[in-house]
């Protein structure tokens, strides 16, 4: 049942679709920019550094913050900082290869991949497969989170509210494609920036003010000691799940592509990686404001819910304003990056096929109205499947970590061979599976990247021979200079 009266829910849905319509202009507009099929599926090395750093902000910032993280903020208070301080180290260390990332002019992760060891078709759809289940699992999480927290505002019946946001994604993506979608973002970002510390605030100022909610919920949530609230073992737990994420994720790869200079690959990355902790300030504030007015829900997740219930007219109207954007910008963002996979690594890379500028445009269109499609579907027929998005997060880095990044350390010194990688890859997956099936304590996708790892240096010692001179990669023929 909706939570509203009558007038609430023609503000709501007004709201909404002022936002998805302004969302789909600004897509148009920027999508202008996109001549070249280069264009639609990495941007072209054309985002500045300001656009990098928020667009960024905007893809990871979406729906989780939204829920799980305030619920976090609800249970264990300032912990939350942690979890986006890992995503923040995952930034950091990306850091190390990003010069070298933006240099190279790739598309996608799998070129990465096949960049260090070598054109195997097989290593190319493995490393496909690897890089697109994230997104695409990021793109059913956004649609299952807002249609739970529209139908619980409107009573609008979930398969509608799925239908609604499948449509305003490919409203954001169809017209430019990452040219559309990075600008776009830029500007949705700067307002859940603003949005974020607005609401955060006003939740303090609904509980009683910090005085008031100090009293009522327990120190050790909201003083020093909450940074630690969680537990160290959760702690652990959060650190070999979101770093490793964090470091193969195919999103925070193609706005290194797409920078406009060379020198911004490296700091894009950083800036961006402390925008972050703004969702941490917005969900714990948001989270403990919450335990103050009802320390008793059922669920921690239930409370960003509840917060709805609480919220006078004005406020609810705005919230939703800032739960559209935020939401349709890590949706449309992550539908882009499947697409490029499908396009880039399996039509072209895999199949072999090549198309006219016009016509690979228009091939990944349909993909991505067909993509959009598969996952509503298994949005409204799965919708409490999908915690297995942790499992997408794990699979993924156990099999793309070792060889990206040992791969990187590597490639100077020793001719790597595609059935390395390949090795390697099979090998994190296998690890990453026995080590779930065990139940382990330590998180399975850790068993799963050092199974990689050690893989990927005993068949590097077996099969590669040392470079006479070490020399770097070769960039492609075109001449990379600072633009």
Not at 231 to 245: D, H, K, T, Y
Request: proline share 4%; charged share 10%.
């Amino acid at each position: 049942m909706p939570t509203g009266s009558t007038g609430q829910l023609v503000g709501i849905v007004l709201t909404s679709l002022l936002v998805i319509g302004a969302g789909a202009a600004m897509s148009v507009y920027f999508g202008r920019r996109a001549k070249t099929s280069q264009d639609w599926l990495a941007a072209n090395e054309s985002l500045p550094l300001f656009v990098v750093v928020i667009t960024q902000f905007a893809a990871a910032s979406g729906g989780g913050v939204l829920i799980a993280h305030v619920g976090i903020g609800y249970s264990s208070g300032w912990s939350v900082f942690i979890y986006e301080g890992c995503v923040l180290v995952g930034f950091l260390l990306l850091m190390l290869i990003a010069r070298w990332l933006r240099e190279q002019r790739f598309t996608t992760v799998p070129d990465v991949v096949t960049r260090l060891f070598g054109q195997n078709r097989l290593l190319t759809a493995i490393a496909a497969l690897a890089a697109l289940v994230v997104p695409f699992g990021w793109i059913a999480t956004q649609f299952v989170a807002f249609a739970r927290l529209f139908g619980q505002l409107t009573g609008i019946p979930l398969p509608v509210l799925v239908a609604v946001i499948a449509l305003a994604s490919l409203a954001f993506v169809l017209p430019g494609g990452l040219t559309s979608v990075a600008w776009a973002d830029f500007v949705f970002g700067l307002f859940k920036i603003t949005m974020a510390l607005v609401v955060a605030l006003y939740g303090i100022q609904l509980a009683g003010g910090w005085t008031h909610v100090t009293q009522v919920v327990p120190q050790r949530l909201w003083g020093f000691e909450g940074i630690t609230a969680v537990g160290w073992q959760q702690i652990w737990l959060w650190a070999a799940a979101i770093i490793p994420g964090t470091l193969t994720n195919q999103l925070y790869y193609q706005r290194v592509f797409a920078t406009k200079r060379i020198s911004d690959a490296r700091r894009g990355l950083g800036l961006s990686g402390l925008t972050m902790l703004i969702s941490g300030v917005y969900a714990g504030c948001i989270g403990l404001a919450v335990h103050a007015m009802n320390p008793n829900l059922a669920s921690q997740e239930d409370a960003a819910g509840w917060l709805l219930t609480q919220l006078p007219s004005w406020m609810l109207i705005v919230f939703a304003a800032f739960l559209v954007s935020t939401i349709v910008a890590t949706s449309g963002a992550a539908l882009q990056s499947v697409t490029a996979n499908l396009t880039r690594d399996v039509y072209q890379n895999i199949a072999g096929k090549q198309a006219s500028e016009r016509r690979t445009v228009a091939l990944s269109r349909v993909l991505t109205v067909a993509v959009s499609i598969i996952a509503a579907v298994l949005a409204v027929v799965f919708p409490q499947a999908l915690p297995w998005l942790v499992a997408t997060y794990a699979y993924s880095a156990a099999a793309l970590a070792a060889p990206i990044f040992l791969g990187y350390l590597l490639h100077r010194r020793r001719h790597l061979t595609p059935a390395t990688a390949i090795a390697s890859m099979v090998a994190g997956i296998v690890g990453c599976g026995v080590a779930q099936v065990l139940d382990t304590t330590v998180p399975y996708a850790v068993y799963g990247i050092v199974t990689s790892a050690v893989v990927l240096l005993l068949m590097t010692v077996a099969t590669s021979s040392k470079r006479a001179d070490a020399p770097a990669p070769a960039v492609r023929s075109e001449i990379v200079r600072e633009r």
